[in-house]
């Protein structure tokens, strides 16, 4: 399994913006569809949000539409997730996961994450007054 690495997360207070960031140390991610997922306690994972290659399509949840944006910047082998207006019910552990042969709406449909070419090990955010 190829290894991503996600970074960012942390406590905010509702209402807050956190940055993620999703990067491979170990192979390119231009090739490759990007997706955040995330799993809060006791519930099952979901798709964020996915983009594609070269970042001219992308997918989001509805929950998260309008407050979330996806990018990527292929130059820096790595895809963000920016995430504003946070509230409580965003808390989950957040993966990035990557898969060729897809688009950003199936992607964001995956829940098994073993079926990603490459995922990582997931960042806690925590959204809490």
């Known amino acids: 399994q190829l290894q991503l690495v996600e970074s960012g997360g942390g406590l905010v207070q509702p209402g807050g913006s956190l940055r993620l960031s999703c990067t491979a140390s170990?192979?390119?991610?231009?090739?490759?569809?990007i997706g955040w997922f995330r799993q809060a306690p006791g519930k099952e994972r979901e798709g964020v949000s996915c983009?594609?290659?070269?970042?001219?399509?992308?997918d989001y949840a509805d929950s998260v539409k309008g407050r979330f944006t996806i990018s990527r910047d292929n130059a820096k082998n790595t895809v963000y997730l920016q995430m504003n207006s946070l509230k409580p019910e965003d808390t989950a552990v957040y993966y990035c996961?990557?898969?060729?042969?897809?688009?950003?709406?199936?992607?964001?449909?995956?829940?098994?994450?073993?079926?990603?070419?490459?995922w990582g090990e997931g960042t806690l955010v925590t959204v809490s007054s």
């Open positions: 996961a990557a898969r060729t042969g897809t688009t950003v709406q199936s992607m964001c449909l995956i829940r098994d994450l073993s079926l990603m070419h490459a």
């Open positions: 170990e192979f390119t991610l231009e090739d490759y569809v």
């Open positions: 983009i594609s290659v070269r970042g001219f399509s992308t």
